[in-house]
């Protein structure tokens, strides 16, 4: 799908809808906007301070993720840096990467090859609405976070490199993207499909020869039986990415997690599944998330430093160390039901992956 963005002309539109409008119905629709939105906020908006890991808010706010439809592709981009936010989730290899000039990232995934449709696509952490709901609370660090440290932090996991510079026009690029996607939608309102879909996991260990089955039917014509995916053509990015290997996310990263994976994969995978009919049972989900992060991958340097207070740990990290006494071998490949009870018993805390 190509891409030109167009936030002037959509607001000259949304103008254009208002002008039209008596000043009585104008304020009659402000008015109800206003009490909307309180009551939304209300119901839906959990304090600052809930906003954690292991806490799922999906509340049922509907929104138009189709929202390229309308663009014309022929017109230039409006503004400069909101195109260049798009093409660095696009092509992150190919602005970012190992290879390229600038080369923070350091494996060739993009952005866009865990938040589909470049952050548009539900129940694939899209970035709608994301902006506005930062600064945020995060048990990885402990503490209140930026937006800007969060991308970073998947700099740093997810794409296996460096923090991008709190001054460097990729950040602002990209937020400015986020933004843009974001800018007629409830701010500070998490949307439906924010994250993930959640499963009901099978409270039993992860079958791993199962797991190999459900790739080899559904995973390895575009990943390949190796996992390491397909390059483009003349292009430092992948058609198909790699699952595991050294260019691949590191074990820091949030889809190494077992559970976190399985929600990924059951609401996307393979591509062109959707939420609302996903292909796989939360049980394939769930062995093959097993399956591909039982191979090698990169390390993430000095992982004992995640979530200083480790109680906030989710289940599924597969590295040390934890608040409670299970094997490294359970956290990475369940059960969970165990681990869950004693989190909710000791901490009262309700820990979904
Ligand atoms: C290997 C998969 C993967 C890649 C590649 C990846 N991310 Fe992420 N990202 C995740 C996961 C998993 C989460 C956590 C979602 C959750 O909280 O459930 C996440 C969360 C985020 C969030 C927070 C979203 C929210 O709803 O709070 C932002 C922002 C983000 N990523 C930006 C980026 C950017 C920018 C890039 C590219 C530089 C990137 N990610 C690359 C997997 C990935
Ligand atoms: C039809 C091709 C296709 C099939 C089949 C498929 N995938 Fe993917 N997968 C993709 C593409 C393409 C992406 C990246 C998104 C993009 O480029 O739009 C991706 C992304 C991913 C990612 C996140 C990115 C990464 O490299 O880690 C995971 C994990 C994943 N797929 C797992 C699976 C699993 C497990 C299956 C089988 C249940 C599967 N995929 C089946 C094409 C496919």
Redesign the pocket.
Known sequence: MDFKNIPEERKIQFARLMGGMSRTVQQFLFALFAVGLIVSMDYLVPAKSTFLEVEEAIPDVPWDFKIFEDVDADRPATNELVSYGRRLIMETADYIGPKSSKPFAGNN??C???H??GGTKPFAAPFVTVPSQFPQFRGRENKEGTLYERINGCMQR?MNGRPLPEDSQELEAMVAYMEWLSFDKPRGNKVRGNKFLPIEYPDRQVDLKRGEE??A???????GSDGQ?ERNIESY????????GPD??NHGAG?HRVLT?AQ??KG??????TADEP??SDE??YD??G??NSFTRPLKLNPENDFPDKKLKPLSTPYGPWADSFSQEQHKYGPYGEMAAYYQAKYNLKKTK
């Open positions: 995934l993009d866009n090859s865990c589909l449709d997810s459900v790739y039917m559904h995973c390895a014509s575009c990943h995916g990015t992948y058609l198909y990415p790699p699952l595991w691949s996310y889809m994976a990924f994969i996307n995978m393979p591509l062109g599944t292909l796989l394939e989900a093959v998330a399956y591909i």
